[in-house]
């Protein structure tokens, strides 16, 4: 132990035969956070509290001990970062504490942005390559409509004249993704929404594209009958 306390903290979870030895990581990482200048009594033992309920949360999971601090470490962040971000804020005049939950909560909120803006980008890049995948499938019909001895259904051939829709529409969920990416402003919605909306919008597409090249198929087989 170092800076002559000890922490009173310990997880639960920890187990003595395991290879891995959860009680000295955790022992070696406040070491790391000590030496990173992070010395105030409480963020620390907070951190540490914050660090044991995300590793029994891993492991609750199904993730084994190691995997499970490494994710914790992760969540919660290094020593220099967390130093980084102690500055920021600044320390409470008087007694010298530094106000943890704000800082933490504001870390938690600056990864939870990040992660959904990735999300979002994500959700569009799906969308994109699904509505170009829709438009090669209906554009391939055409040749093999010219050189069939038969025409293609009504419906199908409506859907391959319209193709070109298809490239069209992830023109305003692109719209939408630069402007949730780009604005400063937190979202006042749920992260799912946009990807629930958006995957809603392309299964109704997909489905009368899937139907169009069914039909031609469904033709052929009993015409060969």
Request: hydrophobic share 45%.
């Amino acid at each position: 132990m170092n800076n002559g306390r000890q922490s009173t903290l310990s997880c639960p979870v920890s187990g003595a035969n395991n290879m891995f030895d959860l009680e000295q990581a955790i022992s070696e990482w406040r070491r790391q956070m000590l030496a990173a200048g992070i010395k105030t009594p409480v963020p620390l033992e907070e951190l540490e509290s914050h660090l044991c309920d995300e590793i029994e949360q891993q492991i609750q999971s199904g993730t084994n001990e190691q995997h499970a601090f490494e994710a914790a470490v992760q969540q919660i962040g290094h020593g220099n970062m967390l130093k980084t971000e102690f500055r920021k804020v600044g320390e409470t005049k008087g007694d010298g504490l530094i106000n943890y939950h704000r800082i933490y909560s504001a870390m938690l909120a600056s990864k939870q942005k990040i992660m959904k803006k990735i999300t979002n980008i994500l959700v569009t890049l799906t969308f994109a390559f699904a509505c170009f995948s829709l438009w090669i499938m209906l554009t391939l019909l055409s040749p093999v409509a010219a050189h069939s001895l038969r025409a293609l259904p009504p419906f199908t051939t409506f859907l391959v004249g319209m193709r070109a829709g298809l490239l069209l529409l992830p023109i305003p969920v692109a719209g939408y993704c630069l402007y949730a990416v780009l604005r400063s402003q937190p979202a006042t919605q749920n992260g799912t929404t946009f990807l629930a909306w958006t995957m809603s919008a392309l299964f109704l597409v997909s489905f009368p594209v899937l139907l169009a090249i069914f039909l031609p198929c469904l033709q052929l087989m009993i015409q060969m009958k």
